[in-house]
């Protein structure tokens, strides 16, 4: 059956009112038929589309994973080496509404034990893996653009990074109290991190960096 516009709408619209369900809710309570009321739809629009609960959660944690990709490379265009990395961070930490939306979804799925399975999935297809890869390779442009030493170790750098970035998203997902505190501690904990991989970089090759504050205002 050939699929229009209108299918993929209605597929779409039932994605995003899911996701909405498991960001208030949690993934227990995402029942196909709350998530075809959030939607406005019949239960059997749901099931025409997607064939069980799991089905539609992977496509939730899919969705949002699209969502915190789309978020990386808004603000990182045409940056490179440690502004990009100041940049993607800035992107995933919990700093506003968006973000912590992200973060919420993610969270509901680390607190449900069934939904492992698809946090697996999202591992190794394309989420942690792929922002690990992609970390990689913004430190070694910087290595590239004289900004860190040759021979500093980029797995080891990476790790730090994945750890800043979730420590932080942790601390604020799911409390939207939390998110000016958080915004704070990122700039202060970024700018700290910058620096001091600043001071790794060839003593002969100075390099200008933006600020957190210099960055967010682009």
């Known amino acids: 059956m050939v699929k229009t516009a209108r299918d993929s709408d209605v597929k779409r619209r039932i994605v995003i009112a899911a996701r909405r369900v498991v960001s208030e809710q949690g993934v227990h309570a995402a029942t196909m038929r709350g998530i075809a009321a959030e939607a406005d739809v019949t239960t059997g629009a749901v099931t025409h589309?997607?064939?069980?609960?799991?089905?539609?959660?992977?496509?939730?944690?899919?969705?949002?994973?699209?969502?915190?990709?789309?978020?990386?490379?808004?603000?990182?265009?045409?940056?490179?080496?440690?502004?990009?990395?100041?940049a993607t961070v800035e992107a995933l930490v919990p700093m506003d509404e968006e973000s912590l939306h992200i973060w919420t979804v993610?969270?509901?799925?680390?607190?449900?034990?069934?939904?492992?399975?698809?946090?697996?999935?999202?591992?190794?297809?394309?989420?942690?893996?792929?922002?690990?890869?992609?970390?990689?390779?913004?430190?070694?442009?910087?290595?590239?653009?004289?900004?860190?030493?040759?021979?500093v170790d980029v797995?080891?750098?990476?790790?730090?990074?994945?750890?800043?970035?979730?420590?932080?998203?942790?601390?604020?997902?799911?409390?939207?109290?939390?998110?000016?505190?958080?915004?704070?501690?990122?700039?202060?904990?970024?700018?700290?991190?910058?620096?001091?991989?600043a001071r790794s970089r060839p003593a002969d090759q100075p390099a200008e960096r933006a600020t957190p504050e210099a960055t967010s205002e682009r």
């Not at 992977?58 to 490179?80: E, F, K, M, P, T």
């Not at 399975?117 to 590239?144: C, H, P, Q, Y």
């Not at 080891?156 to 750890?163: C, N, P, S, Y």
Request: proline share 2%; net charge negative; charged share 25%.
């Open 49 to 86: 589309y997607f064939a069980d609960k799991a089905d539609v959660m992977a496509a939730v944690l899919q969705y949002n994973n699209h969502l915190a990709v789309d978020r990386i490379s808004g603000r990182v265009a045409g940056r490179r080496g440690l502004d990009a990395l100041g």
């Open 106 to 151: 993610l969270i509901a799925f680390w607190g449900h034990v069934p939904a492992h399975r698809m946090l697996d999935s999202w591992v190794t297809e394309g989420g942690a893996t792929g922002l690990r890869s992609w970390l990689v390779k913004i430190f070694r442009d910087a290595v590239s653009l004289g900004e860190l030493d040759p021979d």
């Open 155 to 197: 797995e080891r750098e990476t790790e730090r990074a994945l750890v800043l970035v979730a420590g932080l998203g942790l601390m604020a997902g799911g409390f939207p109290q939390e998110l000016e505190q958080v915004r704070r501690r990122t700039e202060d904990l970024l700018s700290d991190y910058l620096d001091g991989l």
